[in-house]
């Protein structure tokens, strides 16, 4: 069974988070930094969870990547 993850990028210095798909070039390869200041990547698991996160980030834009259409 292959899980689709799904990512939130928070970019605390644009205001804005981002939600992507697994496997979007966006997606660095990592490893994984999130910071307070700056934000970072989250993994979640499917994809309701994680627009309900995306809806709880305090950032005032919550985009969807262009790129990979979540
Ligand atoms: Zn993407």
Same mark, same amino acid.
């Given at each position: 069974?292959? =899980?689709? &993850?799904?990512?939130?990028?928070?970019?605390? @210095?644009?205001?804005?988070a981002?939600?992507?798909?697994?496997?979007?070039? #966006? =997606? $660095? @390869? &990592?490893? *994984?930094? @999130?910071? *307070?200041? %700056? &934000? &970072?990547? !989250? #993994? *979640? $698991?499917?994809?309701? !969870? /994680?627009? #309900?996160?995306? %809806?709880? !980030?305090? /950032? @005032? #834009?919550?985009?969807?990547?262009?790129?990979?259409k979540?």
């Amino acid at each position: 069974m292959v =899980i689709m &993850g799904y990512w939130i990028h928070l970019k605390r @210095s644009l205001d804005q988070a981002m939600i992507h798909r697994d496997r979007c070039p #966006e =997606i $660095p @390869s &990592g490893p *994984f930094r @999130s910071d *307070f200041w %700056e &934000g &970072g990547w !989250t #993994e *979640f $698991p499917d994809k309701d !969870t /994680a627009l #309900e996160a995306l %809806e709880n !980030t305090d /950032a @005032s #834009e919550q985009l969807k990547c262009p790129l990979c259409k979540p």
